[in-house]
């Protein structure tokens, strides 16, 4: 599975993001990104994410999709 970096947006971590160690910042950006599932299917709404040069739509049931010009094109399995 690949990983992308994502950048701290506004506080919730107990230490400040230039003191964290490595394992800190990973573990910060998985609740950040829980947080963001957590509000979306909470809406009713997918969210989406990259992999590799897919654009990905996850909805709160698991479903994903990959998306082409703004529509779901196709069920995406991971490969």
């Given at each position: 599975?690949?990983?992308?970096?994502?950048?701290?947006?506004?506080?919730?971590?107990?230490?400040?993001?230039?003191?964290?160690?490595?394992?800190?910042?990973?573990?910060?950006?998985?609740?950040?990104?829980?947080?963001?599932k957590?509000?979306?299917?909470?809406?009713?709404?997918?969210?989406?994410?990259?992999?590799?040069?897919?654009?990905?739509?996850?909805?709160?049931?698991?479903?994903?999709?990959?998306?082409e010009?703004?529509?779901?094109a196709?069920?995406?399995?991971?490969?």
């Amino acid at each position: 599975m690949e990983t992308t970096a994502i950048t701290l947006l506004y506080g919730g971590a107990k230490t400040p993001y230039h003191e964290m160690s490595a394992s800190e910042k990973q573990e910060a950006a998985a609740q950040i990104v829980e947080r963001a599932k957590e509000k979306a299917f909470s809406r009713g709404l997918p969210i989406y994410y990259a992999v590799g040069e897919l654009v990905i739509a996850e909805f709160a049931d698991g479903r994903k999709f990959v998306v082409e010009d703004q529509q779901l094109a196709r069920p995406y399995d991971g490969a």
